[in-house]
């Protein structure tokens, strides 16, 4: 899960405000030895657009052609968030201009890379009359432009996640708003030509929504989120394409009251992970939540966990059957508690804690993790500062 707690301009109903919060405010703290690990992670200074400068995700194409997404707090009169997209050339970041339609606000969550030439960025933005609305931008070796999606509801919708099979087959996830506070599972696919909606199941009567995707070939993608009948339980919700259709996959729940799965990535058909975090009651905290397909069924695999009150996963990497990347974050009680970067790996055997960078002075946070191709080098973005907060973005 991208953790965009401090955006402003989001007129979400309420019922998504209340589970963006348990999501949010839920935590625990364990001790958990850190692994010495040859990966030293070195923080690389970033471009701030305005106040409240967030990155959410990030592309590697080579060590000199990196992507990131997000957003930032315009100044002066009408304050609304607006599209971020940085570049990395191999030596410095800078801001490359981006559409930002909505006059109340927009971002962009996640970016996927079909080539140098060719890259796609998804999010929000929120219209006149204060809607959210699904937003697509593609880059086209040049420039960034706007390319037509459908939201399938009047009561708006937005996209939080895209993954790349080919030029004329990506995927898109997300969620929309219907009748009233209901919240509903969203599938766009981009067939070379247009986006068009593909119809994905809704298991639970309130809340269904998916916040990350990954395909593996054109009939075979999973989707991982989230889901919330109004009563009991926030459950974890895993969806899959067979080619032909969305189903539901059945998923492992170990908290009590809540349970979230954020980004899944895959090695193989067989080795999928899948990351978020869970409410140990027992324990009144959030912990870690790593969940493995092994082909056949889920199960829930042990990660550490740093704090008592506050530990989640916003994405994970798996490179290989023994490289494995989580990262997150990991802080104390209330709103205004200090946070700090989490990163684990799993290295075939076990998750285990990396050293990670703090760099800002009471917040700290990770949203992605991605590996430069071709190469062992690792880099991973974020939010650092106080309240409003600016990026951080850091290689190893």
Sequence with gaps: ????????????????????????????????????????????????????????????????????????????????????????????????????????????????????????????????????????????????????????SQEGGGLSSVTVISANDIWAVGSYYSNGATNYTLAEHWDGSRWSIVSTPNPRRVGNFLNSVVALSSNDVWAVGGSFSGVGAALTLVEHWDGSRWSVVNSLNPGAASNYLGSVSAVSANNIWAVGDYYNRHKSGTETLVEHWDGSQWSVANSPNVSKVKNSFSQVAALSATNIWAVGYTGGQGRFAPEHTLIEHWDGTNWRIVSSPNPGPNYNILNAVTRVPGSKQMWTIGTEGLYYGDPLTAYC
């Excluded at 690389?44 to 997000?70: C, E, K, N, R, Y």
């Excluded at 996927?112 to 960025?121: E, M, Q, Y």
């Design 1 to 152: 899960m991208k953790i965009r707690r401090y955006t402003l301009f989001i007129a979400i109903p309420s019922l998504i405000l209340v589970l963006l919060a348990v999501f949010a405010a839920r935590t625990t703290n364990a001790k958990a030895a850190t692994a010495r690990s040859s990966c030293s992670w070195h923080v690389v200074s970033a471009p701030t657009a305005g106040q409240g400068t967030h990155l959410f995700d990030a592309a590697a194409l080579s060590s000199s052609d990196i992507w990131s997404v997000g957003e930032y707090l315009s100044t002066g009169s009408g304050k609304a968030t607006k599209t971020l997209i940085e570049h990395w050339d191999g030596s410095q970041w800078s801001i490359v201009p981006s559409p930002s339609v909505g006059p109340h606000g927009a971002y962009l969550d996640v970016i996927a890379a079909v080539s140098t030439n060719n890259l796609w960025a998804v999010g929000s933005y929120v219209d006149q009359s204060y809607t959210n609305q699904v937003l697509i931008e593609q880059w086209n070796g040049s420039q960034w432009s706007l390319v037509p999606s459908p939201t399938p």
